[in-house]
Nanobody, 123 residues
Framework: QVQLVESGGGLVQAGGSLRLSCAVS????????MGWFRQAPGKEREFVAE????????YYADSVKGRFTISRDNAKNTVYLQMNSLKPEDTAVYYC????????????????WGQGTQVTVSS
């Protein structure tokens, strides 16, 4: 059974930074595409960032491009989301997702989600 455990959320002022971590219990982490999504109150869950299996390719939503950085440490089975220049509109529950597919929203692989971690940005 694959488990994902997020950490690092919290309350921060606008302009501040947070780093989220997601530890993944899977034997084949190096073949798993990883990503972050978020869901604000009353809104649908949306894509934030994706890291390819090797970490060599990364993709971002336009709303976070230039402010957020996704990275992964395959030796530690962990993916990170460094969030800088945070804005109140970044407030949401952030979810980590793992998939056996080659892309995070491919829809053809086995998908796993973490429980989510709250990020609140005050103005």
């Amino acid at each position: 059974q694959v488990q994902l455990v997020e950490s690092g959320g919290g309350l921060v002022q606008a302009g501040g930074s947070l780093r989220l971590s997601c530890a993944v219990s899977v034997r084949t982490f190096v073949t798993t595409t990883m990503g972050w999504f978020r869901q604000a109150p009353g809104k649908e869950r949306e894509f934030v960032a994706e890291a390819s299996r090797s970490g060599g390719m990364t993709y971002y939503a336009d709303s976070v491009k230039g402010r957020f950085t996704i990275s992964r440490d395959n030796a530690k089975n962990t993916v990170y989301l460094q969030m800088n220049s945070l804005k109140p509109e970044d407030t949401a529950v952030y979810y980590c997702k793992a998939t056996s597919a080659s892309r995070i929203v491919d829809g053809t692989g086995y998908d796993y989600w973490g429980q989510g971690t709250q990020v609140t940005v005050s103005s």
